[in-house]
């Protein structure tokens, strides 16, 4: 069944919604879409890491993985798809494509985000934009002899490093 919200992916959970009128109400919804609606958090978007990884190790093993060899450790990608372990440090780089496209399924993506949203992130970087900007208006009252003015911006950015 398709996601009734998107119409596209996989419908992966039912989501069970009781009206103010008392009436139930079923939705068949995509991870992302319930996600999107606030329904499970980010962790539960993802897929489980074990799920999907315990997949990879049970699919067939070609004569070209074989082939597909690590130049420092001569580990193979068919050796790494029978153990799950990677052998050295230069196997990340000889499987890198395969390692990525792995990681894509474990994560719906294979760019690292981050553990704040980009909105945080944004109220942060303005932070330090108003913080740079008031020490800088500090030094100059400081120069032009302004000491009250200089004590107020001072208690300013008080507030903005203790986080206030």
């Known amino acids: ?89 230069g196997c990340y780089i000889a499987f890198g494509d395969r390692l990525k496209s792995l990681i894509k399924k474990m994560h719906d993506s294979d760019k690292h985000i981050g553990k704040k949203p980009s909105r945080e992130k944004e109220t942060l970087v303005l932070k330090e934009m108003e913080i740079k900007r008031l020490k800088k208006k500090l030094e100059e009252a400081v120069k032009n002899e302004k000491y009250e003015e200089a004590a107020r911006i001072r208690d300013m950015l008080k507030k903005y490093e203790v986080g206030e």
């Open 1 to 89: 069944m398709l996601c009734e919200e998107c119409h596209k992916k996989e419908a992966e959970m039912t989501i069970t919604i009781i009206t103010t009128e008392g009436k139930v109400v079923e939705k068949h919804l995509c991870k992302e879409c319930a996600y999107r609606k606030g329904f499970i958090t980010e962790k539960e978007k993802f897929k489980n890491i074990l799920e999907v990884f315990s997949e990879f190790l049970k699919e067939k093993i070609s004569a070209e993985e074989e082939k597909i060899v690590c130049p420092s450790c001569g580990m193979s990608w068919a050796e790494f798809k029978k153990i799950g372990r990677l052998g050295c440090a």
